[in-house]
């Protein structure tokens, strides 16, 4: 009898132990983000938020502008991703692409566009399996500069400021006269960056954002400094 108990309880820590590495295996090992290997690491992210205001003409019978309503405005919602990565080690990169794009759209939505620091290189957000090449980044004293793109282009297009309107100032200020919060023009974004460096592995880091801040409608351009610890590569 006492010797099956014993025999029950062997199996019963075995059980236990392998239940615990597989844990320790799933959450940290395949972390996606949640402890940084490889040898690189985020040292600074930045997202910037601004509003492009275009005049595409005037709505005047003798073209001569003499009021704000008389004027015709494309709208534009810009992003701007700055991320400085740095290099750990003495293997370096060679290569830099971002995949698996998820995109959740906000109300108000325009043309979406992603860009690297490379502007011929433009691409339309509607594949998840497309890879984008981030050939340009800027490498500084073992540092990696990383800029990235995400535009909402024409969320307003041959649009008119509305009549009463007195002043306006071209940034995001400017969509408080046509009602437009930044709730509306909100979204959130998920891709993966990818790190293959020049021994052959490939380094992965999960990015998740929600962009733009609330600020963008008050203050007219949103600047805001990611919580690193959000962010961490994971070799594959």
């Known amino acids: 009898m006492k010797k099956n108990i014993n025999k029950i309880l062997a199996l019963v820590i075995i059980v236990i132990s392998l239940s615990l590495i597989y844990v320790v295996y799933t959450l940290v090992l395949k972390s996606d983000g949640k402890l940084n290997q490889g040898y690189f690491r985020i040292n600074d992210f930045v997202t910037k938020s601004t509003v492009l205001v275009e005049e595409a003409?005037?709505?005047?019978?003798?073209?001569?502008?003499?009021?704000?309503?008389?004027?015709?405005?494309n709208i534009s919602q810009n992003n701007e991703l700055n991320i400085l990565v740095a290099q750990t080690g003495e293997i370096g990169i060679q290569d830099i692409y971002i995949d698996k794009l998820k995109l959740k759209e906000p109300s108000k939505k325009g043309e979406f566009t992603i860009f690297s620091n490379d502007a011929t290189k433009v691409y339309n957000i509607v594949n998840s399996k497309e890879i984008y090449?981030?050939?340009?980044?800027?490498?500084?004293?073992?540092?990696?500069?990383?800029?990235i793109n995400i535009n909402n282009s024409n969320i307003l297009k041959n649009v008119s400021i509305p009549e009463g309107v007195n002043s306006v100032t071209y940034d995001g200020t400017i969509l408080k006269n046509f009602g437009i919060n930044t709730s509306d023009i909100k979204f959130s974004i998920e891709f993966y960056l990818n790190?293959?460096?020049?021994?052959?592995?490939?380094?992965?880091?999960?990015?998740?954002?929600?962009?733009?801040?609330?600020?963008?409608?008050?203050s007219g351009i949103s600047v805001n400094r990611e919580d690193l610890s959000n962010f961490a590569f994971a070799v594959k």
């Not at 003409?57 to 405005?73: E, F, I, P, R, Y």
């Not at 090449?133 to 800029?147: C, M, N, P, R, T």
């Not at 990015?207 to 801040?213: A, C, E, F, M, V």
Request: negative net charge.
């Open 133 to 147: 090449e981030l050939s340009s980044a800027k490498q500084e004293d073992g540092q990696y500069l990383i800029k």
């Open 57 to 73: 003409g005037n709505n005047s019978t003798d073209n001569n502008t003499t009021n704000l309503s008389d004027l015709v405005l």
């Open 195 to 218: 790190i293959k460096d020049q021994a052959g592995r490939l380094n992965k880091c999960k990015i998740n954002l929600n962009i733009p801040t609330d600020i963008l409608t008050t």
